[in-house]
């Protein structure tokens, strides 16, 4: 069985895509929503489709580990709530369970949700982090056996970086961190509504500050605060005489 762990916050309408996506897994699986604070029902969404719905004080990796304490099974799967899992991503997760004994640790690969050349140019940003430092996002999921996610003290308590900071604990384990042959798709909802360039600059500088030393809480303080402005607005939205 695979403890699936998904944190949210107002992800009502996110949520049911990926559910139906889980139901169609053919390996057991106890999906647990572990929900931050909610104003818009997303518990009660969760439990209409079949999944268990816990609270937890909000925080993704606080969110993440009391997931990890109350799921069922010897694997932990930890997702997104708005990501997808298409029919190659079930077929490499079966798969990775069912041929490789030896697995510990294991991501999908990278795609996101957006129309061309932005998916593109993301996309692309993703896979040389990830090929220079070895550095899966959150977004790619994460799939570890139960027994090493407890030895390794589960997800760091920290507003920020809790995804990049499980992986370097990991990491030091010195456990191969697998890639499987399938993407897991993310949302590109925060491109759309920040703008893309915007958005991938502001996520590149907090991870790069995360990377040189930079405390997370601050990190958390930079990230509430956008330090870069916002793209101007189309010509024809623009007030008369600028």
């Known amino acids: 069985m695979i403890g699936v ?36 029902g997303t518990p009660a969404v969760a439990r209409s489709a079949g999944a268990r719905a816990i609270a937890a004080p909000r925080g993704r990796a606080r969110q993440l580990n009391a997931g990890a304490e109350t799921a069922r099974g010897q694997w932990l799967l930890f997702l997104h709530a708005d990501c997808r899992l298409p029919p190659l991503a079930r077929r ?12 510990q640790v294991a991501v999908f690969r990278f795609a996101v949700d957006l129309p061309p ?26 799939l570890v056996r139960r027994e090493l996610f407890q030895s390794a003290g589960g997800f760091p308590d920290i507003p920020i970086m809790e995804d990049v900071a499980m992986i370097r604990r990991l990491k030091r384990r010195r456990v191969k961190i697998r890639t499987l042959p399938a993407t897991l798709l993310t949302s ?27 405390p997370p809480r601050r990190l958390a303080r930079l990230r509430r605060a956008e330090p870069f402005p916002p793209p101007l607005p189309p010509p024809h939205a623009r007030s008369p005489g600028r």
Do not use: M, N
């Open 5 to 40: 762990v998904i944190p949210t916050l107002d992800e009502a309408t996110c949520l049911p895509p990926l559910l139906d996506d889980l139901r169609r897994v053919v390996v057991p699986l106890d999906i647990v929503v572990v929900d931050g604070g909610s104003s818009d």
């Open 188 to 214: 590109g909802r925060r491109y759309r509504e920040r703008g893309v360039i915007r958005t991938w600059l502001h996520h590149t500088l907090l991870i790069s500050l995360y990377l040189a030393g930079v």
């Open 117 to 142: 050349p932005a998916k593109g140019f993301i996309e692309r940003g993703q896979r040389l982090r990830q090929a220079l430092f070895g550095l899966p996002y959150g977004d790619q999921g994460l």
């Open 92 to 103: 490499a997760l079966l798969a990775a369970l069912v041929d490789d004994p030896d697995l």
